[in-house]
Nanobody, 122 residues
């Protein structure tokens, strides 16, 4: 089993920054990929970014490319999502997930966290 706990969400003005954290516990993570997804009210969950624990290969949605950065600290079993130049349309519940494939589909991931709310005011 794997447990994922997100933190770092909050309220920020447009143009501001937030850093989300996803702390993982349970099984070892050296072969896993970690992803961030988000779900806005009334919308389907969408892919944001992903990273492979080994080697650090990253993958971003076009909507966040150049503004968001995903990184990981293997020693702390933690993945981060640095979000800069935030826009009101970034408002959503952000969830992290882990799986065996570095992908953008929900089905690529097996374990999910509960999520953290990010609200960007205009």
């Amino acid at each position: 089993q794997v447990q994922l706990v997100e933190s770092g969400g909050g309220l920020v003005q447009a143009g501001g920054s937030l850093r989300l954290s996803c702390a993982a516990s349970g099984r070892t993570f050296s072969r896993y990929a970690m992803g961030w997804f988000r779900q806005a009210p009334g919308k389907e969950r969408e892919f944001v970014a992903a990273i492979r624990w080994s080697g650090g290969t990253t993958y971003y949605a076009d909507s966040v490319k150049g503004r968001f950065t995903i990184s990981r600290d293997n020693a702390k079993n933690t993945v981060y999502l640095q979000m800069n130049s935030l826009k009101p349309e970034d408002t959503a519940v952000y969830c992290c997930a882990t799986g065996f494939t570095l992908g953008s589909r929900e089905s690529d991931y097996t374990y999910w966290g509960q999520g953290t709310q990010v609200t960007v005011s205009s």
